[in-house]
Nanobody, 124 residues
Framework: VQLQASGGGLVQAGGSLRLSCAAA????????MGWFRQAPGEGREFVAG????????KYADSVKGRFTISRDSARNTIYLQMNSLKPEDTAVYYC??????????????????WGQGTQVTVSS
């Protein structure tokens, strides 16, 4: 499956962005989906995920209450709505697909496919 992330940009602290990740070439409903981020000099960090069956979600503590992950199966797309953005949210954001993951995976090596990343920059 091919993943295409978009929607990043420059925003002031307190602002909002919505990231999108469009999937092609696979059965979208068979994949759990996740968002990760990577700041310069840091490892890839789990942000949010949604299970392939049932739609359960999981969030990193640092984004709970501010970010919301959702999926639109008709459009083969997932979204990450990011509100109340902080400078520490600045990173490249990646979407990823986990084939028939039973639970939402929170580590990168559980995911099978990755998008190319989209830059999010939050100014103070």
């Amino acid at each position: 499956v091919q993943l295409q992330a978009s929607g990043g940009g420059l925003v002031q602290a307190g602002g909002s962005l919505r990231l999108s990740c469009a999937a092609a070439g696979g059965t979208f409903s068979s994949y759990g989906m996740g968002w990760f981020r990577q700041a310069p000099g840091e490892g890839r960090e789990f942000v949010a995920g949604i299970a392939w069956r049932g739609g359960s979600t999981k969030y990193a503590d640092s984004v709970k209450g501010r970010f919301t992950i959702s999926r639109d199966s008709a459009r083969n797309t997932i979204y990450l709505q990011m509100n109340s953005l902080k400078p520490e949210d600045t990173a490249v954001y990646y979407c990823a697909a986990d084939y028939k993951g039973v639970v939402v995976a929170t580590v990168p090596w559980e995911y099978d496919y990755w998008g190319q990343g989209t830059q999010v920059t939050v100014s103070s």
